[in-house]
T-cell receptor
């Protein structure tokens, strides 16, 4: 069983389209995250939810909207895709957000290519 | 804001011990230090975590001096499969103002 699973693994789309990436964790964790990793391999946090509540909302264009229907799922919707959105997006989860409990478990990533 | 600084790359040979140091001068009292490993086309994977002194598990050791302004990940007797990018992360994730910042990572290359 995959602990943190993302779909799709690859996403190729045209500029201006709207797309969603889904993430599910079966670890029973309370906290989930979305990261963006660019071509230079910098890993930047975008959002974090704890028990369906948004706790981290970094400086990200409002075209990006996370949604957490329950604590096991955190989806990322992107409107009006731009070339600069091309990157690998990682979902992660942790037991809690505090101290030594925030060891994060990552999904395999979604490689988004905007043409 | 606990920003981290790591060497961009390191090279070593199979069987050697590799030490990767991370600087985090602004570490806060509640911050833990966590190291992750990332292989190409995969998500980062947890290696080890510590708060102070020394922590050891089956894959690595983590040395943290008393001032906690740096930490050193030690990989004993590396093999080719240890070739990866290693990230140092400092934070507690508790405060809503706390930021989770991965460093630029250290690209470790192991040669035969």
């Amino acid at each position: 069983d995959t602990a943190v699973s993302q779909t799709p693994k690859y996403l190729v789309t045209q500029m201006g389209n709207d797309k969603s990436i889904k993430c599910e964790q079966n670890l029973g964790h309370d906290t989930m995250y979305w990261y963006k990793q660019d071509s230079k391999k910098f890993l930047k946090i975008m959002f974090s939810y704890n028990n369906k509540e948004l706790i981290i909302n970094e400086t990200v264009p409002n075209r990006f909207s996370p949604k957490s229907p329950d604590k096991a799922h955190l989806n990322l919707h992107i409107n009006s895709l731009e070339l600069g959105d091309s990157a690998v997006y990682f979902c992660a989860s942790s037991q809690d957000r505090a101290g030594s409990l925030n060891i994060q478990y990552f999904g395999a990533g979604t490689r988004l290519s905007v043409l | 804001l606990a920003k981290t600084t790591q060497p961009i790359s390191m090279d070593s040979y199979e069987g050697q011990e590799v030490n990767i140091t991370c600087s985090h001068n602004n570490i806060a009292t509640n911050d833990y230090i966590t190291w992750y490993q990332q292989f190409p086309s995969q998500g980062p994977r947890f290696i080890i975590q510590g708060y102070k002194t020394k922590v050891t598990n089956e894959v690595a050791s983590l040395f943290i001096p008393a001032d906690r302004k740096s930490s050193t990940l030690s990989l004993p007797r590396v093999s080719l499969s240890d070739t990866a990018v290693y990230y140092c992360l400092v934070g507690d994730g508790y405060s809503s103002a706390s930021k989770i910042i991965f460093g630029s990572g250290t690209r470790l290359s192991i040669r035969p």
